[in-house]
């Protein structure tokens, strides 16, 4: 899950995305051995399968504060994610199903659950579906790389979902709740660099400069963990980092996180 607060000086909304994995354990009577060696997370086939295609992807024109406008901005944007993982997964030979799609303008209970707090995003393995919570949080902030960042990165839970990473972390037995808490990091910051992986496969279609990706960037490192009381997401300038590799790569293969040292899927200090 991915519970980013991105309350800046340069972002005054909140964008968040999460994906409803397993919740927090006790410790079991049998820990798995750690770090993770399990193959389905540290030697997925999305790690050699290259870099993604060089798609076009150019933005729909958004209002700020317009549901209508960031629908239609958002609705284009999920078909190049589908047809850039379809492609990509196509080549790691994992078959792909297109996620369903919910837009929410109001918190309420989706996917069996409560809508938790500052989340703008949320992703259900279980149904394969992504719901975005268009409100005046996001929408304001529609016309920046916020509103795509949000976007792919649930779409990279699904990608997830789909390789057989979701359940095999979900498979794992954990020592306490510090360890279960590294490794949750771990899910959440794939699916940022997925997310960065997939904007800088098309970037060269936007009609952005680097300073809208320095923007995204540096508002990302205001954000994380250290604005929240559980450490499940990573500091901000971890989450920057994760996102930053992805789109350097354009590609998956920069995003294995499971095989990363403890000090690059760090959290704030408790």
């Known amino acids: 899950m991915i519970s980013r607060k991105r309350s800046t000086t340069l972002s005054a909304g909140l964008l968040a995305g999460l994906c409803l994995a397993a919740s927090a354990p006790g410790i079991p009577a ?10 389905a997370l540290t030697r997925s086939p999305l790690y050699t399968s290259g870099r993604l295609p060089a798609a ?3 933005e729909k024109p958004v209002t700020p504060g ?7 901005y958002v609705l284009p944007l999920l078909d190049c994610l589908g047809a850039s993982w379809k492609t990509q997964l196509a080549k790691a030979h994992i078959r792909f199903s297109e996620p369903g799609v919910q837009f929410i303008t109001r918190p309420g209970r989706v996917c069996g659950h409560s809508w938790p707090k500052n989340a703008q995003g949320l992703y259900c393995p279980s149904q394969r579906r992504i719901v975005i919570m268009l409100d005046k949080h996001l929408t304001r902030q529609a016309e920046d790389l916020f509103l795509m960042d949000v976007i792919a990165h649930e779409y990279g ?6 390789s057989g990473i979701e359940a095999a972390f979900n498979g794992l037995a954990y020592g306490g709740k510090p360890e279960y808490y590294e490794q949750y990091r771990r899910l959440e910051l794939q699916a940022e660099c997925f997310a960065g992986a997939f904007i800088g496969s098309v970037w060269d279609s936007l009609d952005r400069t680097s300073d809208d990706w320095d923007y995204l960037l540096e508002a990302t490192r205001e954000s994380g963990d250290e ?3 559980v450490r499940d997401h990573g500091k901000g300038r971890t989450i920057a980092n994760w996102l930053s590799r992805g789109f350097k790569a354009a590609g998956p293969g920069a995003c294995n996180t499971w095989g990363a040292g403890s000090a690059m899927v760090a959290s704030a200090p408790a």
């Open 56 to 58: 076009r992807c150019p």
């Open 227 to 229: 604005r929240t009381k």
């Open 66 to 72: 317009s549901v209508a406008s960031a629908k239609r």
């Open 30 to 39: 049998t820990a798995a051995s750690y770090p993770v060696k399990r193959a």
């Open 157 to 162: 839970h699904h990608v997830q979902n789909l």
